[in-house]
């Protein structure tokens, strides 16, 4: 089967002759770049991506907007957030208004690139759309701080609720062009946020449905009714929400913690296989890191064994840009994929 054949038979939970294998969303980081231009010489990422072969290849959209002057601070550069959540630029938001003067950007700066092209360079690839990183509830977090985003969705909801508007509005804006602009070409839609830590929800699922559910439902429509089935990128123990995600027609789940509460491989695929397709997997935190190349050959065949009868997983990293992954353990992560033989679908 050709590497596209493969993952759209996956996402149709059909069988397949091995399962699907990717680097999570396409990305080669710089730790994992050191390591194949020390050992074998490689100075470029398509280099990496080539060697390792994966089933997708990703694209994105082009930034048509005016640069950051040089040496411009990240807070002074429109949309951009700390990494640090323990505050935000809106912590003492107290109006609507407030709210609502949050400089975002102009969407119209993102701009879909030739997917024709991509597609004519990648045919025998799936095709993955990545419109970029914009997400509602995250982006609150970022904004707000995590704990003060918390309390204003419980106290304060009409404050949470138009930030969470006005990023819904703004990513709006750039997935409807990217995903017109790639139908026909692109097979897999990318959306992203984060729901989760390692052990539960960040957010209650009571107040997932309330602000982000209808909002990730009409995201997920533009990229369905363009012909392409939807890949949602949450971190950690979303599993409170997979029936939601399901119902709103989201097609696979990325990243695929296993090692966070409640989504071992054996009870997701016992419960939802059939039904969602899980991309990932393969932990960074020890197993890439740290284990042996026994250990992460053992790690694919657990996993593709607990989806060997519904059908529904890709291989993949669970997270990127981790220095300590081992770049040798990334090689046997593909290698052993491949060795496999074939999964099941539907029985």
Same mark, same amino acid.
């Given at each position: 089967?050709?590497?596209?054949?493969?993952?759209?038979?996956?996402?149709?939970?059909?069988?397949?002759?091995?399962?699907?294998?990717? &680097?999570? %969303?396409?990305? +080669?980081? *710089?730790? #994992?770049?050191?390591?194949?231009?020390?050992? =074998?010489?490689?100075?470029?990422? $398509?280099?990496?991506?080539?060697?390792?072969?994966?089933?997708?290849?990703?694209?994105?959209?082009?930034?048509?907007?005016?640069?950051?002057?040089?040496?411009?601070?990240?807070?002074?550069?429109?949309?951009?957030?700390?990494?640090?959540?323990?505050?935000?630029?809106?912590?003492?938001?107290?109006?609507?208004?407030?709210?609502?003067?949050?400089?975002?950007?102009?969407?119209?700066?993102?701009?879909?690139?030739?997917?024709?092209?991509?597609?004519?360079?990648?045919?025998?690839?799936?095709?993955?759309?990545?419109?970029?990183?914009?997400?509602?509830?995250?982006?609150?977090?970022?904004?707000?701080? &995590?704990? %003060?985003?918390? +309390?204003? *969705?419980? #106290?304060?909801?009409?404050?949470?609720?138009? =930030?969470?508007?006005?990023?819904? $509005?703004?990513?709006?804006?750039?997935?409807?062009?990217?995903?017109?602009?790639?139908?026909?070409?692109?097979?897999?839609?990318?959306?992203?946020?984060?729901?989760?830590?390692?052990?539960?929800?960040?957010?209650?699922?009571?107040?997932?449905?309330?602000?982000?559910?209808?909002?990730?439902?009409?995201?997920?429509?533009?990229?369905?009714?363009?012909?392409?089935?939807?890949?949602?990128?949450?971190?950690?123990?979303?599993?409170?929400?997979?029936?939601?995600?399901?119902?709103?027609?989201?097609?696979?789940?990325?990243?695929?913690?296993?090692?966070?509460?409640?989504?071992?491989?054996?009870?997701?695929?016992?419960?939802?296989?059939?039904?969602?397709?899980?991309?990932?997997?393969?932990?960074?935190?020890?197993?890439?890191?740290?284990?042996?190349?026994?250990?992460?050959?053992?790690?694919?065949?657990?996993?593709?064994?607990?989806?060997?009868?519904?059908?529904?997983?890709?291989?993949?990293?669970?997270?990127?840009?981790?220095?300590?992954?081992?770049?040798?353990?990334?090689?046997?992560?593909?290698?052993?994929?491949?060795?496999?033989?074939?999964?099941?679908?539907?029985?």
């Amino acid at each position: 089967m050709t590497g596209r054949a493969r993952i759209l038979a996956t996402f149709r939970f059909q069988e397949t002759d091995r399962p699907g294998v990717d &680097l999570m %969303e396409g990305h +080669v980081w *710089a730790a #994992l770049m050191e390591f194949f231009s020390h050992r =074998f010489g490689f100075t470029d990422t $398509e280099q990496v991506v080539e060697f390792l072969d994966p089933d997708s290849r990703w694209v994105g959209l082009e930034w048509a907007g005016p640069p950051a002057p040089e040496g411009t601070p990240a807070a002074e550069i429109p949309s951009a957030l700390s990494k640090d959540v323990r505050t935000g630029p809106l912590a003492g938001a107290a109006t609507v208004r407030d709210v609502e003067a949050f400089p975002r950007g102009d969407p119209k700066w993102l701009v879909p690139r030739d997917y024709a092209q991509a597609r004519l360079r990648w045919p025998e690839k799936a095709l993955v759309l990545c419109p970029g990183w914009a997400p509602m509830f995250w982006g609150a977090c970022e904004a707000f701080g &995590l704990e %003060e985003a918390l +309390v204003k *969705a419980r #106290l304060e909801p009409a404050l949470f609720e138009a =930030f969470i508007q006005g990023a819904h $509005e703004f990513y709006m804006d750039f997935l409807s062009r990217a995903a017109k602009a790639a139908r026909g070409y692109c097979d897999i839609c990318w959306l992203g946020d984060d729901y989760a830590g390692q052990k539960s929800m960040l957010i209650s699922p009571e107040l997932w449905r309330r602000f982000i559910k209808p909002r990730l439902a009409a995201q997920v429509q533009a990229a369905r009714e363009n012909g392409m089935d939807v890949l949602l990128h949450s971190c950690g123990a979303v599993r409170p929400i997979l029936a939601d995600l399901i119902d709103i027609g989201v097609s696979a789940l990325l990243v695929f913690q296993t090692t966070a509460e409640g989504m071992d491989p054996e009870s997701i695929a016992r419960d939802f296989g059939g039904r969602m397709v899980f991309y990932g997997g393969m932990d960074v935190q020890r197993l890439l890191s740290f284990g042996t190349r026994a250990d992460v050959a053992r790690e694919v065949r657990r996993n593709a064994d607990a989806f060997a009868t519904c059908g529904g997983y890709v291989v993949a990293n669970s997270h990127h840009g981790v220095t300590t992954i081992n770049g040798d353990n990334v090689i046997a992560m593909f290698e052993e994929t491949k060795a496999l033989g074939g999964t099941g679908g539907r029985p």
